[in-house]
């Protein structure tokens, strides 16, 4: 049995296969490095705290709301 390849399809499978392991190492390794790297630069706890700070004198002002 003899199998004929063309060049032309030997190439363009060969580009296909060559974008879906570009594809697959950008979603499995640069995007994640990407996500941990913003995580570490703008952390969530400081947001947490900022939230706080602006949340306790809410709490008051509506106390003293409640109470008048």
Do not use: C
């Amino acid at each position: 049995m003899v199998i004929n390849f063309s060049g032309n399809s030997l190439i363009k499978k060969t580009k296909l296969i060559f974008k879906l392991i570009i594809l697959v190492i950008i979603v499995f390794y640069i995007l994640p490095k990407l996500l941990s790297l913003l995580w570490y630069l703008n952390p969530p706890e400081l947001k947490i705290r900022e939230e706080h700070l602006l949340e306790k004198p809410l709490r008051v002002i509506s106390n003293i709301i409640n109470y008048s």
